[in-house]
């Protein structure tokens, strides 16, 4: 099964983030320019920003535009901030750590 095209849009511009293509303060094309760009519609590359965004990979300044903010430091972070959560959620509901270990595990594949 295909992707749909905003979720083949958001993994190619992880994918440059990631490589250097993108680096971190560059700046993304409009929703317009880059729809127009790809012949996508405009609100596929919305919705590809909008969930970039929710992710903390880009950043929206208004009139100043959208930004990468994705780095690997920050992509470390990221998960920092997620791990803490977890621990937290699990220590609040009574999980013990070597059933979190577990469930991480599960959720990364084994690696």
């Known amino acids: 099964m295909t992707a ?3 979720e083949q ?4 511009l992880l ?3 990631r490589d250097g293509t993108r680096p971190a303060g560059s700046r993304l094309p409009t929703v ?14 919305a919705r590809a920003y909008k969930e970039l965004e929710a992710s903390g990979a880009i950043e929206t300044r208004g009139r100043n535009g959208t930004v990468v903010a994705w780095s690997p430091d920050a992509a470390e972070r990221r998960v920092q901030e997620l791990a ?3 621990a937290a959620a699990a220590h609040e509901a009574g999980v013990p750590p070597e059933r979190v270990r577990a469930l991480v595990e599960a959720a990364l594949g084994g690696a």
Not at 9 to 12: I, M, T
Not at 35 to 45: I, K, M, N, R, Y
């Open 84 to 86: 803490a959560e977890l």
């Open 32 to 45: 317009r320019q880059l729809a127009a760009d790809l012949g996508l519609a405009p609100g596929t590359v």
């Open 15 to 17: 994918a440059e983030m």
């Open 9 to 12: 849009l958001r993994d190619r």
């Open 4 to 6: 749909a095209p905003y």
